[in-house]
């Protein structure tokens, strides 16, 4: 007997058609959608240039351009005039302090001080006349006040001897009052001699200070007059180098006129321009760097010159370790001046699609879809490098860094 076998409802060959045909109607729907959706722009990939977003140490400076100088330059003066008779080094010499540079003539100066030390030499020696006619005064009322005394020793004891012949009546009384008169007279001449002698003291005491004050006067202007001469022979104040040395045997000088320029070569500052738009954020003691060939020099700011010219104002740098030996004076260099701490952050490489976005968006790049798509982001601080990225991106994103000038504001572009 024939049994009816009941037909399947589904088969797998039509569960698998049904399969694909929902897989094919679900791509054409979301080729719609994501069509329907973006505007979409294919571009070569030779036409675009890819960053990464990295994480790492960032800092704000801007870069300036300095000019090597001398840490300290003494501008040689003429102290006296007179004609180059030598010329003892050249131009660009390295000098020692105490090093001879030209010898001058001047037949006046040296004539004015030979008259003046034979006036002093003059002076001297009529001082010297005048002390010694004061000591002779003095000693002659010396000798007088003794011979005064001896004259009333004898006279009191020739009174008292007298003075009984008298009432004796051996002597007239006449002449035991002259011998008295005389008595008394020398007494008050032995008080004017004590007046007198006081007064020559305090005379001569006040003419030798005088005298004193005078001869140390003329000493000393005589030894201006000899430093007079010797500034005739123009020598090395410090050490360094000499500069804008160009004068020659026979030129004359006029007192006061510059020489030349000593610049000293043990230390070197560099002098900057800054942009005015960073005054309020360059201090005293802010460090910038140099980079020489494979070492990094630290350069501290030490002046800041307040007044701005033609929107930019100066500012003096030294060395913060010894200057490199091989810097030269005029040299030019670069320097990266800080204007933060460095701190760690996510950052991306600067590039012209700031031009076109004002950092508010960028195209962030999908490798394995070969897709840019936009993305909003918000950078913070930037230096020359870089900018800091504060929200949108993660690091390792690949992102579109070049001009956004040609894809009309797309919100998605193929990459070919």
Same mark, same amino acid.
């Given at each position: 007997?024939?049994?009816?076998?009941?037909?399947?409802?589904?088969?797998?060959?039509?569960?698998?058609?049904?399969?694909?045909?929902?897989?094919?109607?679900?791509?054409?729907?979301?080729?719609?959608?994501?069509?329907?959706?973006?505007?979409?722009?294919?571009?070569?990939?030779?036409?675009?240039?890819?960053?990464?977003?990295?994480?790492?140490?960032?800092?704000?400076?801007?870069?300036?351009?300095?000019?090597?100088?001398?840490?300290?330059?003494?501008?040689?003066?003429?102290?006296?005039?007179?004609?180059?008779?030598?010329?003892?080094?050249?131009? *660009?010499?390295?000098?020692?302090? *105490?090093?001879?540079?030209?010898?001058?003539?001047?037949?006046?100066?040296?004539?004015?001080?030979?008259?003046?030390?034979?006036?002093?030499?003059?002076?001297?020696?009529?001082?010297?006349?005048?002390?010694?006619?004061?000591?002779?005064?003095?000693?002659?009322?010396?000798?007088?006040?003794?011979?005064?005394?001896?004259?009333?020793?004898?006279?009191?004891?020739?009174?008292?001897?007298?003075?009984?012949?008298?009432?004796?009546?051996?002597?007239?009384?006449?002449?035991?009052?002259?011998?008295?008169?005389?008595?008394?007279?020398?007494?008050?001449?032995?008080?004017?001699?004590?007046?007198?002698?006081?007064?020559?003291?305090?005379?001569?005491?006040?003419?030798?200070?005088?005298?004193?004050?005078?001869?140390?006067?003329?000493?000393?202007?005589?030894?201006?007059?000899?430093?007079?001469?010797?500034?005739?022979?123009?020598?090395?104040?410090?050490? *360094?180098?000499?500069?804008?040395?160009?004068?020659?045997?026979?030129?004359?000088?006029?007192? *006061?006129?510059?020489?030349?320029?000593?610049?000293?070569?043990?230390?070197?500052?560099?002098?900057?321009?800054?942009?005015?738009?960073?005054?309020?954020?360059?201090?005293?003691?802010?460090?910038?760097?140099?980079?020489?060939?494979?070492?990094?020099?630290?350069?501290?700011?030490?002046?800041?010159?307040?007044?701005?010219?033609?929107?930019?104002?100066?500012?003096?740098?030294?060395?913060?370790?010894?200057?490199?030996?091989?810097?030269?004076?005029?040299?030019?260099?670069?320097?990266?001046?800080?204007?933060?701490?460095?701190?760690?952050?996510?950052?991306?490489?600067?590039?012209?699609?700031?031009?076109?976005?004002?950092?508010?968006?960028?195209?962030?790049?999908?490798?394995?879809?070969?897709?840019?798509?936009?993305?909003?982001?918000?950078?913070?601080?930037?230096?020359?490098?870089?900018?800091?990225?504060?929200?949108?991106?993660?690091?390792?994103?690949?992102?579109?860094?070049?001009?956004?000038?040609?894809?009309?504001?797309?919100?998605?572009?193929?990459?070919?």
């Amino acid at each position: 007997m024939d049994r009816k076998i009941a037909k399947k409802k589904y088969s797998w060959q039509k569960m698998v058609g049904y399969s694909v045909g929902l897989t094919g109607m679900a791509f054409l729907f979301y080729s719609i959608i994501t069509t329907s959706n973006y505007e979409r722009l294919n571009v070569a990939a030779n036409r675009i240039l890819l960053d990464t977003v990295q994480y790492g140490l960032f800092q704000e400076f801007i870069p300036i351009t300095g000019i090597v100088q001398p840490i300290k330059t003494v501008f040689l003066d003429a102290v006296e005039g007179g004609s180059i008779e030598k010329i003892f080094v050249e131009d *660009g010499s390295a000098l020692v302090p *105490g090093q001879k540079i030209l010898q001058l003539s001047n037949p006046d100066l040296q004539m004015s001080y030979l008259n003046q030390e034979a006036q002093t030499l003059a002076q001297i020696n009529t001082l010297r006349n005048t002390s010694i006619l004061m000591e002779q005064q003095r000693l002659r009322l010396q000798e007088q006040a003794l011979e005064v005394i001896y004259r009333i020793d004898q006279l009191e004891k020739s009174l008292a001897r007298n003075k009984s012949l008298l009432q004796d009546q051996v002597i007239a009384r006449i002449e035991y009052e002259q011998i008295e008169d005389e008595y008394e007279h020398l007494l008050r001449r032995k008080k004017l001699l004590a007046t007198t002698i006081t007064k020559d003291s305090l005379f001569q005491a006040m003419q030798k200070d005088q005298m004193a004050s005078s001869l140390k006067l003329m000493q000393e202007n005589l030894i201006i007059a000899k430093s007079g001469l010797k500034n005739l022979v123009v020598k090395a104040p410090i050490a *360094g180098q000499l500069s804008s040395f160009e004068l020659a045997v026979g030129e004359l000088l006029q007192k *006061g006129e510059n020489i030349a320029q000593i610049d000293a070569t043990n230390n070197f500052k560099v002098t900057a321009q800054i942009d005015e738009y960073y005054l309020r954020r360059i201090f005293i003691g802010q460090q910038g760097s140099w980079k020489n060939g494979d070492k990094v020099h630290t350069l501290t700011i030490r002046k800041i010159y307040p007044e701005v010219k033609q929107g930019s104002f100066q500012v003096d740098l030294v060395f913060q370790d010894t200057a490199p030996e091989l810097i030269k004076r005029g040299q030019s260099i670069s320097i990266r001046m800080a204007l933060s701490n460095e701190i760690k952050t996510l950052q991306l490489a600067k590039g012209n699609f700031y031009q076109a976005t004002g950092g508010n968006w960028i195209y962030w790049y999908d490798a394995a879809r070969k897709i840019a798509i936009k993305k909003e982001i918000k950078i913070g601080r930037q230096n020359p490098l870089n900018y800091e990225i504060l929200q949108g991106l993660k690091a390792g994103d690949l992102v579109i860094t070049s001009s956004y000038e040609a894809f009309e504001d797309m919100d998605q572009l193929k990459i070919n």
